[in-house]
C-alpha cells in the first residue's frame, strides 16, 4: 500500500443528497472527473456541473427500475483493482476498464422506511443491493481507494484533498473504509431484524445489533473504565434524543440514572396531572403527584431528602419557574423534562454544572422494544417490560376490599415498584412514595429499610408518625412467607398489592386478614434485576 493516492474519478450515487452539490462543485473545481448513477447524476447535471452517467462505464442503461445499474465489471473492477498488480492493471487495459479513486455512496433509507410504517413491499423495494457492494469493494481497496458513506465526513475528505493537493493519506483512507464497513453491518443488521420481525422469529439463528456513536465519555462508571455513548437510531423519546440546554457533558452513570428516571415519569400521564420522580444510583428515592409540578416535587423531595442530594428529577410535564426554583434549592445531577419555559431557564442559567435536557415528549410506557445485557460470553434479550395493571385487573383476595384511596394509591405503588430494583418494596400514602426499599437479598429487608427510611424523614419533617402510617404497599414480586407482609403491617401500610403466586398464597392471605389488610393480586410480576 502507498501513503499518497490522487483523487482523479469520483462516482456519486447517494440516497439523501445533504451536502451534495457543495462536494460535487469543490471535486470538480479540484478537475475530479465526476460520474454518477439516476438522480444523483441530474442533481449535480441541474447545478451545472459536468458529471458522466455510469452506463458510459458499464456499456448497459439502468434497468429493472433502478435494482440493476452498478453491479457490473466496469464498477467493481475500478474499485476492486490494485494499482501495483500488473495482471490487475493488464486487465483493466483488456476489459477498457477505468479506476475509481474515490466512492461517494450512501444507501437507500431502509431503517427510515421501516420506522414510518410502510407496507413490507415498501420496505423491501428499500433494501440497497449495489450500494452495500460497491461500499464494501471500496474498503476492501482502501490502499488505493476512498470511499465515504456519511455526509458528515464530506468536510473532512475535502480538507484531506485541499491539504494534501489533491489525494489522501493511507491514515484517512483506513479511517473511511472502518466507517464503511460499520455502516453496511448497520445497513444488514437492520434489515436481517426487521426480516425476523416479519418472520414473526423472537429468537432468530443470529442476532445482531447496530448503534451509532453518540459521544466517548470521560470514563465508566469508575474513572479507571473507558466509555462511550451510543444511540440505537430509534425515535423512542428518552435520554438518548434529548435535547441538553445546559451544564457539562453527561457521565456514564448520569445516562444511566437519567434513563430510570425518564422510563418511570413516563408511566404517568400528565393528562392526569403533574409528577415528579427522583432517582439516585437508578432507583427511585421519590415519586409523586401533586396539583403543580412545584407540589409534585415538594412531595417526591418529602420521601427521602437524603439521598435526592445529587440525583435526577424527571418530570412528565413542562418545567416551570416556581419548580425550578424549588430544585435550584439543592444540587441535582440532571433534569429531565419535555419542555421548560425561559423562567425556568434562566433560574437553571445561574446553576452551570445542572444539565437540562429536554425530550419534546414523553415515551411510551406500552411500546414494544428490546432489551440487551451482556454477560460473560453472551447476551441477554428479552422484551422491555410494558406490562401494565388497572382496577379491573386487580384481583382481591381478603376480606377487606381497598377503599377509594387505598386503591389509587396501590396502583401508584404499583407503577413506582416497576422500577425499582429487586427484592422492591414501595410505600405510598395519597400518591406520593413515603418510603422505598430496594436491591436487597431479602423481602423482609427491603420493607424494613423502606419503613426505616420513612421514620427519619418523620423526624425531618417534624411529623408525629411515619406517613406509611395508613399507606399501600407494593410488592415487586410474591411474599413467599408472610414475614414480608407482616412487616409492612408493622410500619401502618393498610393495603398490600402484589403478585400473588407463592405456595403460601393462603397462610399470606390469612395473615393479611388477621391484621385487617386488604391486599389485591395482580397476577402480574415486575422483577428488575
Known amino acids: 500500500m502507498t501513503d499518497l493516492v490522487p483523487v ?170 472502518m466507517t464503511a464497513y460499520a455502516r453496511t453491518a448497520a445497513y444488514d443488521a437492520a434489515v436481517s431484524g426487521w426480516m425476523a420481525d416479519q418472520a414473526g422469529d423472537a429468537a432468530p439463528r443470529r442476532k445482531t445489533i447496530a448503534a451509532r456513536h453518540v459521544e466517548t465519555l470521560r470514563y465508566g462508571e469508575n474513572p479507571h473504565q473507558n466509555a462511550a455513548f451510543y444511540s440505537d437510531g430509534s425515535d423512542r423519546p428518552g435520554v438518548a434524543t434529548a435535547r441538553q440546554i445546559q451544564g457539562k457533558a453527561l457521565s456514564y452513570n448520569n445516562i444511566n440514572d437519567t434513563d430510570a428516571a425518564f422510563e418511570l415519569i413516563s408511566e404517568f400521564d400528565p393528562a392526569e396531572g403533574p409528577a415528579c420522580a427522583i432517582i439516585k444510583h437508578a432507583n427511585p428515592s421519590g415519586v409523586a403527584r401533586g396539583a403543580t409540578l412545584k407540589e409534585a416535587y415538594a412531595n417526591a423531595f418529602d420521601c427521602d431528602r437524603t439521598s435526592a442530594f445529587g440525583g435526577i428529577v424527571a418530570l412528565n410535564q413542562p418545567l416551570d419557574g416556581d419548580t425550578a426554583a424549588e430544585i435550584a434549592g439543592i444540587f441535582t445531577e440532571v433534569v429531565i423534562a419535555p419542555g421548560a419555559d425561559q423562567a425556568a431557564r434562566d433560574i437553571f442559567a445561574a446553576k452551570k454544572n445542572l444539565r437540562l435536557l429536554l425530550t419534546e415528549d414523553l415515551a411510551d410506557p406500552t411500546k414494544p422494544a428490546a432489551t440487551i445485557r451482556q454477560v460473560s460470553g453472551g447476551y441477554l434479550f428479552q422484551d422491555k417490560d410494558v406490562g401494565r395493571i388497572v382496577a379491573d385487573d386487580l384481583k382481591i383476595v381478603t376480606k377487606r376490599a381497598p377503599d377509594a384511596r387505598e386503591l389509587a394509591d396501590l396502583l401508584f405503588a404499583w407503577k413506582v415498584a416497576k422500577h425499582v430494583k429487586s427484592n422492591a418494596i414501595v410505600y405510598v400514602r395519597d400518591l406520593a412514595t413515603v418510603g422505598v426499599g430496594a436491591g436487597q437479598m431479602s423481602r423482609v429487608d427491603s420493607a424494613l429499610i423502606a419503613a426505616k427510611k420513612a421514620e427519619r424523614m418523620a423526624e425531618t419533617l417534624g411529623l408525629p408518625n411515619p406517613l406509611t402510617k395508613g399507606s399501600a404497599v407494593a410488592s415487586d414480586a410474591f411474599f413467599p412467607f408472610a414475614d414480608g407482609l407482616l412487616e409492612a403491617s408493622s410500619a401502618g401500610a393498610s393495603a398490600v398489592i402484589q403478585p400473588g403466586g407463592s405456595m403460601r398464597d393462603d397462610e399470606v392471605i390469612a395473615a393479611a386478614d388477621e391484621t385487617g389488610l386488604a391486599m389485591v393480586f395482580t397476577g402480574m410480576r415486575h422483577f428488575r434485576h
Request: charged share 20%; hydrophobic share 45%.
Open 8 to 177: 482523479k474519478r469520483a462516482l456519486l450515487s447517494v440516497s439523501d443528497k445533504t451536502g451534495l452539490i457543495e462536494l460535487a462543485t469543490e471535486l470538480a473545481a479540484m478537475n475530479v472527473d465526476l460520474i454518477s448513477t439516476g438522480g444523483t447524476a441530474r442533481a449535480i447535471r441541474d447545478a451545472g456541473l459536468p458529471v458522466r452517467d455510469v452506463s458510459e462505464l458499464t456499456g448497459f442503461p439502468e434497468m429493472m427500475d433502478g435494482r440493476v445499474k452498478t453491479l457490473h465489471p466496469g464498477v467493481h473492477g475500478g474499485l476492486l483493482a490494485l494499482r501495483d498488480d500488473p495482471d490487475h492493471l493488464r486487465a483493466m487495459a483488456a476489459h477498457d476498464i477505468s479506476a475509481i479513486d474515490l466512492l461517494i455512496v450512501n444507501l437507500y433509507p431502509f431503517e427510515a422506511t421501516v420506522q414510518s410504517g410502510a407496507d413490507p413491499a415498501t420496505c423491501i423495494e428499500n433494501i440497497d443491493i449495489g450500494g452495500p457492494a460497491m461500499i464494501r469493494a471500496a474498503a476492501k481497496n482502501h490502499g488505493f481507494v476512498n470511499v465515504v458513506v456519511d455526509a458528515s465526513d464530506y468536510p473532512a475528505l475535502l480538507s484531506e484533498l485541499r491539504t494534501n493537493d489533491g489525494t489522501t493519506s493511507l491514515e484517512f483512507r483506513r479511517q473511511m473504509a
